[in-house]
C-alpha cells in the first residue's frame, strides 16, 4: 500500500476527478487501486494477465474495473496517469506510454532490466511526465496506514481467506500459476478463530 501512496501521491501527484491505469494483476496492483480510489480517481482500471486471479477478485471487490493485459496497438482510451506496479512485465511500458493522455503522468516501477520498447517521439508529442517508481518512503509508509485505517469498511467488503498451518504448503504452492503470481497476500495462521477479528 505504502508503495501505492508514494507512486500515485508523491510521484503522478494524483488529482480527485483523474483517471488512473495501472498495469500488472498483482497484490501492488490492487494496493495501488484501493489508494487511487481513495484519492478520488474518477476511473481506476487495473489491467494485466487474467492468471492474477486472487488480485482481479479483490480489485473489482473494492470498486475497480479490471482488463486484460494491456496492447500498445489498442489503445483508444487515455488515462492521466498510468502505474506499470513492480511486477508487471517490460511489454507493459510501452504500452503505458500508449495508455497515457497528452501531458499525462507515467510511472515505472517495472524492476525489468529488459528493453521496454518506448518510443521517444511517443513521449514527446504527448508531453509525458515519466518517473521511476521508487520503494516507500517513510511519509507514505505513515500515509499508507491512515488509508487503512479509513477504507476499513471497503476493505471488509472483500473476501479473505484464513488458512492454516497444516494447509499451508497447498496454498503457498498455489499461488504460482506458470510462474506467475495469483497476486494477493493470505494469511497463515496457527488457528482458524470462527468469529475472527476483523479489526486485526
Avoid at 508503495?3 to 476527478?17: M, N, P, T
Amino acid at each position: 500500500m505504502a508503495s501505492g501512496v508514494e507512486w500515485l501521491q508523491e510521484g503522478a501527484q494524483l488529482r480527485s476527478g483523474e483517471t488512473v491505469a495501472i498495469l500488472g494483476t498483482s497484490r501492488m496492483g490492487v494496493a495501488t487501486a484501493l489508494v487511487a480510489l481513495h484519492m478520488g480517481a474518477s476511473q481506476v482500471v487495473m489491467c494485466g494477465d487474467p492468471r492474477g486471479v486472487d488480485a482481479i477478485k479483490l480489485a473489482r471487490q473494492i470498486g475497480a474495473e479490471v482488463r486484460g493485459a494491456p496492447v500498445e496497438s489498442n489503445s483508444d482510451e487515455s488515462f492521466d496517469v498510468v502505474v506499470v506496479v513492480t511486477e508487471a512485465p517490460v511489454e507493459y511500458v510501452a504500452a503505458a506510454v500508449a495508455m497515457a493522455a497528452p501531458l499525462g503522468r507515467v510511472i515505472l516501477a517495472c524492476t525489468s532490466t529488459s528493453p521496454s520498447g518506448i518510443v521517444p517521439e511517443a513521449v514527446r508529442r504527448k508531453g509525458l511526465t515519466l518517473k521511476g517508481g521508487r520503494g516507500a518512503s517513510a511519509p507514505s509508509l505513515a500515509r499508507a496506514v491512515d488509508i487503512v485505517v479509513l477504507e476499513r469498511e471497503r476493505m471488509l467488503n472483500s473476501d479473505g481467506e484464513l488458512h492454516t498451518f497444516e494447509e499451508a504448503e497447498g496454498i503457498l504452492s498455489g499461488l504460482l500459476d506458470k510462474g506467475v503470481a495469483r497476486g494477493a497476500h493470505v494469511v497463515i495462521t496457527d488457528r482458524i478463530d470462527e468469529g475472527r477479528d476483523s479489526d486485526a
